[in-house]
């Protein structure tokens, strides 16, 4: 069994950069984050032995500072959690706050809002809490059940599958030819990376094992884009989770994971996999 990694897996900077925020803060005063950080348990799990509370709702802290994770919040969010006196730190990752900023530039120059993404995701309610109309889609049908506006500005959740909001554009311009449709790409180049990295990953594997956490959206993004080009396709979320039955003695099998996925539980799942080679070769050669 041969083993390889995609080129471009695991953490991007801008999670990198929540984490070690929180780290540092924490050693310094006590601290609740309002939302999982990143979502992935490997990670809020080692937060937690820190000492750092994680909490959904600002009426939930009972730290004087609180973070925002790295999905970011809306004002109206931020403004709340203010008025209760918290200091707020704000973890958001620059990208995300680039798309922040798209959006609030179309919405000025009079398009209406079209979020490509997922709607009830914390980034995605981060985008639109603040607006007074806006539509989210995801799917073609999303995109069929729109009503004729005079200007769209569609933009992305930074971890959806360019291909995908392209795709979307297109046939929003294609139902409205009338309408002015503008497309402002705010899919973060970390994704973009992992998904073109994964694709080519897949061509030449016959299993892929894509490593990321439960209710991450760019690791499910990756196991879809993964599953075009390769049939043996498997979500885990550490090495505990691998199965020896999954793999055949031939296969070259190949590893991504997702943007909050640690190095360490990437290395974790490599080392597994060659447990299992190195079992298969005790058990053929047991002298």
Known sequence: ?????????????????????????????????LGDLVHNETVLTELRTRGIRIEQQPAEANTPT??????????????????????????????????HRSLAKLVHEGFHPVIVGQRDHVEVRGLTEDLAEFD??????????????PRFGVM????QPIDKV?????????????????????VCQPTKQR???????????????VIGGARSNN?????????????????????????????HADDTVGITAGTS?????????AQRLGDFVADRRRALCPH
């Open 136 to 149: 989210v889609v995801l799917t073609e049908e999303d995109a069929g059940n729109l009503s004729e506006r």
């Open 66 to 99: 609180v973070m925002i994770t790295a999905h970011g919040a809306s004002e109206r969010k931020l403004k709340e959690t203010r008025s209760r006196g918290l200091n707020v730190l704000e973890a958001t990752c620059p990208l995300v706050q680039v798309a």
């Open 219 to 247: 690791t499910h993004e990756l196991v879809k884009t993964s599953s075009r080009f390769c049939r043996r396709v498997y979500h885990v979320q550490t090495a505990a989770d691998l199965c020896e039955a999954w793999f």
């Open 261 to 269: 996925t640690p190095d360490p539980v990437i290395d974790g799942v």
């Open 195 to 209: 998904q073109n990295a994964a694709a080519e990953l897949a061509r030449r594997c016959d299993v892929v094992i």
């Open 1 to 33: 069994m041969k083993i390889i990694r995609a080129e471009h897996l695991g953490m991007c900077f801008g999670v990198k950069d929540a984490i070690a925020l929180a780290l540092e803060t924490a050693k310094r005063e006590p601290l609740t984050i």
């Open 166 to 186: 392209r795709r979307l554009v297109r046939l929003i311009r294609e139902r409205f030819p009338k309408s002015e449709v503008r497309f402002v790409d705010t």
């Open 156 to 159: 992305a959740q930074t971890t």
